[in-house]
């Protein structure tokens, strides 16, 4: 290492230092991982939504050339169901979780029934269509409302009416009070329609098993191998955590379905201690969108009221969640708390109430994804500000303005149990955008469009959501069960290299490099002298992993308090060299040096070599610069911003072109705008797809329609517009960086925009408000009434 | 999404082509470029226990303008269609149509011949094959014969096409001064395929449509002209009431396919919206 100074990293806008090898097909993903002596997996999957197995027949599958064994649900009884680790408050004592294959009774379409292990894929996914199973058709129900009412299909014995969960938060009577007195009140049903995450890379496992020292290892696309090291071994299995090495080789998108649990780690695992051989399973794509994860599923009665002037005065919410047929690792959670504490979005409200009533279908799971209960609220309560507007015949730039939480009100209390929003400023961020697409002008075009027969609509959106969800003592209260704080280890080796080891990782979206350049920063080194490990239990010190937006404002904080730490020890160290006293020392550009003195310094990397050494280390301190940290934060952080979209709605075909999407995204200081535009660009396009193309439609016999790619309408490039986008900056002062967090802003701040602007747009034609997505023929059916 | 147990054999000519279609009979499927092929095979829809992959055959390539006709090797994929010079100035509307179908990998394997063989109702090729009123080239052991275009698509995914024979060519008229051809199409949002899909030819002579072919795909169960249509735009004089009072007659009697993207209902009107671009397009490639 060079003693020069470096340039700062932080807020360099640098290329992403995992792109090169992931983009010319050097990367090493799931699939590529090849183990000898390894076998292969296929499952048969129920193409019942909801049945009884009499009886299945096994024994044309195993007769087949090249199958080792064909299991069943009740060969892996020795293993526990899958555990659900947030059990929210409300929370109904009626777990069902999935085993690793379905017993006695199958709850939706995709559920597992029996696995084959072959020498081969293709033989075992022939030996499938071999084995007999005698299903019983039982009655099915698909729809989260519909589920709890009379004589409705019930899934699970121990859930009458099908709840899992009857949560509620805010202040019923108020409420109740609010809306009943107030002069405008407007009722709306809105549904948030279910989405498949569908990230690029499908899921899937790959175990092994070492008899000789009973020693598992686990390799899987995974947002979280700590934790799934933790749920395999001391919740599934009931072996020693030790027992078990969980590595996510590069993980090619999550966007949340990767954070949980499932099936297939469980009959891998089972199943490699069983024959003794590596087993591998890769989901294909059917399977990844019947079995894996889904997202949303709500269907909500809202009423806002207010006064004639525009001031809010009462928000009163009833929710059904559908969770699917069992509860996935954290789905009740995201329900409930990620959902309903941020309901009130940006606006101050007296009075608000939410009833979330979860329930089980004979659907998918449902889980966390992109967003997690936070594009529900902001969708939500983005839609009812601009209908109550409408109501009011007022512009809805007006209305947010006249109920947004004034700056001065920080820290804010929502009054629905978060812990206080930790910092904002709405109105610049409003303001930016306004005057981005010259608010003023663009309404008067639009109507003088109008009177030509041209229908231009105006959508705007100010969010706020919940990053890095903490403390962990808060999450507890919320029935979380584990930590969520996140580790850093940072030590400095003898060629002044830096290590940085966490429990963090990246799963696409960049974070490697971002951490690379805080802790590069931090202690004065060039970026490219600091490595970041990660992903692989053997090596990390446990963490929770990436998802809800933490991993820098979580784990990126934990690696600067390490290097901090580090920088002490330097300190130390540098006075005991330059004979000075600890309390004199300064440490600035990778240099150790007494106040005032700057020519004689000890560079890091000559301290590094000499704790390295350690030949003669001062007043018993350790050789070596090893420093670790577990950081829980005092706080969530809470990004904001203002979208802003312009489309045009075509009468005679009912398409809609958007015409500009400008986005104002406040997500505290940013360490890498090229990956925070990034992230903004692919969060848009989410909520964007869901607001015009993405539904999962099941039928009512629980058949999913849009099963495949040719009619689940994930938008390419072509489908979607530019992105013009800038940022106010308000740091957030929960953690050091001031950093809030970006992987999910986009996609909460995206859906209701520009379902603001197709519905602004078709006003003219009476519509208050349309379902999503708003597809072509929708808008045909409204314009051609 | 792993299909069943295949064998596979590489032909080098349509001669050989045919003797191994003649030896596997009627459990072989030709492969060209794969891309209608293979996505069933791997849901097991379609379960053929040999392949012979034509995709390299030399007898199948190759793009001429013969004058009256252009003539395009059946194993000629969309992209080189679509960047043709020759393609491109003999009877644009085909290069036009191949550069929007599916995305670039589909159009760098795709194939014509295997496209019209397939006869997908959703196909784009097919409604301009049927509106341009050209004919395939089909090969068996015991010859070859020219197929018109209004009497290759049968039914839904069914061809004239006897079970011993091979698409060899396409030939499509070469559009001469007073013509005009257009293809529009509303794209299907996730497969991108044509929920509706118009294809146009007119020819004016004197100010007045003399003749007018009209074909419609994605609508409904195949590929189909539609007479009404043809019969209201010829002896008009092709200005946008003409034009409109032809498209209404578009789609009349069809039968028509819905799925959750699009309604029979919605598809019915679309087929008069796009037919109204397809004509008002081709005409004004006729007038220019």
């Known amino acids: 290492m060079t003693a020069e100074a470096t340039k700062p990293m932080i807020g360099r806008a640098i290329k992403r230092r995992e792109d090169p090898k992931l983009i010319t097909g050097h990367g090493n993903f799931l699939d590529d991982v090849k183990l000898t002596g390894m076998a292969h997996a296929a499952v048969l999957r129920s193409p019942y939504a909801h049945a009884r197995i009499r009886?299945?027949?096994?024994?044309?599958?195993?007769?087949?050339?090249?199958?080792?064994?064909?299991?069943?649900?009740?060969?892996?009884?020795?293993?526990?169901?899958?555990?659900?680790?947030?059990?929210?408050?409300?929370?109904?004592?009626?777990?069902?979780?999935?085993?690793?294959?379905?017993?006695?009774?199958?709850?939706?379409?995709?559920?597992?029934?029996?696995?084959?292990?072959?020498?081969?894929?293709?033989i075992a996914r022939d030996a499938i269509d071999l084995i007999d199973v005698d299903y019983e058709p039982l009655a099915v129900v698909v729809d989260p409302e519909k589920a709890t009412h009379p004589g409705a299909p019930q899934l699970h014995e121990n859930a009458p009416n099908n709840v899992v969960v009857e949560w509620s938060a805010g202040n019923r009577d108020g409420t109740n009070a609010a809306v009943a007195s107030a002069p405008v009140v407007v009722k709306e049903r809105i549904v948030n329609q279910r989405l498949m995450p569908t990230p690029m890379e499908t899921r899937g496992s790959i175990a092994r098993y070492e008899s000789s020292t009973n020693e598992f290892t686990l390799w899987t696309s995974s947002q979280a191998p700590h934790v799934h090291r933790l749920l395999l071994t001391a919740f599934i299995f009931g072996i020693p955590e030790t027992k078990l090495r969980v590595i996510a080789p590069n993980v090619g998108g999550g966007f949340g379905q990767k954070i949980f649990v499932y099936p297939d780690m469980v009959f891998c695992m089972w199943a490699a201690r069983k024959l003794g051989r590596p087993i591998k399973y890769v989901e294909d794509r059917s399977e990844n969108f019947k079995a894996s994860s889904h997202g949303r599923d709500h269907v909500t009665d809202v009423e806002i009221a207010g006064t004639r002037d525009g001031k809010i005065t009462g928000l009163r919410i009833k929710t059904y969640a559908g969770l699917g047929a069992y509860l996935s690792t954290i789905a009740p959670g995201v329900a409930t708390t990620l959902y309903g504490r941020i309901v009130t979005g940006v606006y101050k409200i007296p009075n608000v109430h939410i009833d979330v009533i979860a329930t089980y279908t004979n659907t998918a799971m449902v889980d966390a994804y992109r967003g997690a209960g936070r594009p529900e609220a902001s969708y939500l309560i983005e839609r009812m500000v601009d209908r109550f507007a409408a109501e009011l015949g007022m512009d809805p730039t007006e209305v947010r303005r006249r109920n947004f939480i004034p700056p001065t009100e920080f820290p804010y209390d929502n009054g629905l149990g978060l812990l206080p929003y930790d910092s904002g400023n709405y109105a610049p961020a409003l303001d930016k955008a306004l005057a981005t697409i010259n608010y003023t002008q663009l309404r008067a075009e639009q109507a003088a469009l109008r009177a030509q027969g041209r229908y231009l609509g105006i959508g705007i959106s100010s969010y706020v959501e919940i990053c890095g969800v903490a403390p962990t003592a808060w999450a507890n209260g919320q029935g979380w069960g584990a930590g969520l704080w996140e580790s850093a280890n940072v030590r400095i080796h003898l060629t002044g290299q830096v290590v940085v080891t966490t429990g963090s990782l990246p799963h696409g979206q960049g974070v490697e490099t971002t951490f690379a350049q805080i802790v590069a920063d931090e202690l004065g080194v060039p970026y490219e002298n600091v490595l970041i490990e990660h992903s692989d239990t053997a090596g990390t010190p446990f963490g929770y992993g990436t998802y809800g937006s933490r991993s820098l404002a979580v784990g990126g904080t934990a690696m600067v308090k390490s290097a901090r730490k580090i920088k002490e020890k330097v300190k130390r160290l540098a006075a005991h060299?330059?004979?000075?006293?600890?309390?004199?020392?300064?440490?600035?550009?990778?240099?150790?040096?007494?106040?005032?003195?700057?020519?004689?310094?000890?560079?890091?990397?000559?301290?590094?070599?000499?704790?390295?050494?350690?030949?003669?280390?001062?007043?018993?301190?350790?050789?070596?610069?090893?420093?670790?940290?577990?950081?829980?934060?005092?706080?969530?952080?809470f990004p904001f911003g203002t979208h802003i979209s312009i489309v045009e709605v075509f009468p005679e075909t009912g398409a809609v072109e958007v015409k500009r999407y400008v986005a104002v995204d406040d997500v505290g200081n940013i360490i890498n705008p090229l990956i925070v535009h990034g992230q903004l660009h692919g969060g848009i396009a989410q909520g964007m797809a869901q607001a015009l193309y993405e539904n999962a439609v099941y039928d009512d016999n629980g058949q999913l329609i849009s099963g495949t790619l040719m009619d689940y309408a994930v938008p390419n490039a072509a489908m979607l517009p530019d992105y013009e986008i800038s940022h106010t900056v308000t740091p957030s002062p929960v953690n050091p960086l001031g950093v809030k967090g970006a992987g999910e802003a986009g996609t909460i701040g995206s859906a209701q925009c520009i379902m603001n602007a197709v519905i602004d747009a078709l006003s003219p034609f009476g519509v208050r408000h349309m379902q999503m997505p708003a597809t072509p023929e929708k808008i045909w059916q409204i314009t051609h009434k | 999404?792993?299909?069943?147990?295949?064998?596979?054999?590489?032909?080098?000519?349509?001669?050989?082509?045919?003797?191994?279609?003649?030896?596997?009979?009627?459990?072989?499927?030709?492969?060209?470029?794969?891309?209608?092929?293979?996505?069933?095979?791997?849901?097991?829809?379609?379960?053929?226990?040999?392949?012979?992959?034509?995709?390299?055959?030399?007898?199948?390539?190759?793009?001429?303008?013969?004058?009256?006709?252009?003539?395009?090797?059946?194993?000629?994929?969309?992209?080189?269609?679509?960047?043709?010079?020759?393609?491109?100035?003999?009877?644009?509307?085909?290069?036009?149509?191949?550069?929007?179908?599916?995305?670039?990998?589909?159009?760098?394997?795709?194939?014509?011949?295997?496209?019209?063989?397939?006869?997908?109702?959703?196909?784009?090729?097919?409604?301009?094959?049927?509106?341009?009123?050209?004919?395939?080239?089909?090969?068996?052991a015991s010859g070859s014969r020219a197929i018109g275009a209004d009497a290759l698509f049968v039914s839904m995914l069914t061809t004239a096409l006897d079970a011993g024979e091979i698409i060899t060519a396409i030939n499509v008229p070469v559009l001469q001064r007073g013509q005009g051809a257009a293809y529009a199409k509303l794209k299907h949002p996730a497969s991108r395929y044509a929920i509706v899909g118009v294809a146009a030819m007119v020819s004016m002579s004197g100010g007045s449509v003399t003749s007018a072919r009209v074909a419609v795909t994605g609508a409904g169960p195949q590929a189909e002209r539609q007479a009404a249509c043809e019969a209201a735009l010829v002896g008009s004089n092709g200005d946008a009431t003409a034009v409109k009072a032809a498209a209404d007659k578009a789609g009349t009697s069809m039968d028509y396919l819905g799925d959750i993207h699009a309604s029979e209902d919605y598809r019915r009107a679309m087929v008069k919206v796009y037919a109204a671009r397809a004509l008002s397009a081709a005409i004004a490639q006729a007038r220019a």
């Open chain 1, 55 to 122: 009886s299945i027949d096994t024994s044309k599958a195993a007769a087949l050339p090249g199958v080792i064994a064909v299991y069943v649900g009740k060969d892996m009884m020795d293993v526990n169901p899958l555990p659900c680790a947030w059990p929210a408050g409300g929370f109904k004592n009626n777990l069902n979780t999935p085993r690793a294959l379905a017993v006695d009774v199958v709850r939706y379409v995709g559920d597992g029934v029996a696995v084959v292990v072959a020498e081969d894929r293709y």
């Open chain 1, 577 to 637: 060299l330059l004979e000075a006293n600890p309390a004199d020392i300064e440490f600035a550009d990778g240099k150790a040096f007494v106040k005032g003195s700057p020519d004689k310094a000890k560079t890091l990397g000559e301290i590094a070599l000499y704790a390295s050494v350690g030949a003669s280390m001062p007043n018993g301190e350790e050789p070596f610069l090893d420093e670790t940290t577990y950081y829980d934060p005092p706080n969530c952080t």
């Open chain 2, 1 to 140: 999404m792993i299909p069943a147990a295949f064998k596979y054999v590489k032909a080098s000519s349509v001669a050989e082509a045919l003797v191994l279609m003649q030896q596997h009979g009627e459990d072989a499927k030709l492969i060209a470029g794969g891309h209608s092929l293979l996505p069933a095979m791997k849901l097991r829809l379609s379960q053929p226990s040999v392949l012979i992959d034509i995709a390299g055959v030399a007898d199948l390539k190759g793009i001429a303008n013969k004058g009256n006709q252009l003539v395009i090797g059946a194993g000629e994929t969309y992209h080189a269609i679509a960047t043709s010079a020759v393609v491109k100035q003999a009877c644009g509307v085909m290069a036009s149509t191949c550069g929007d179908i599916g995305d670039i990998q589909v159009r760098n394997a795709g194939t014509i011949g295997g496209s019209l063989a397939h006869a997908d109702p959703a196909a784009d090729l097919t409604a301009v094959f049927l509106a341009l009123g050209g004919s395939v080239t089909a090969q068996s």
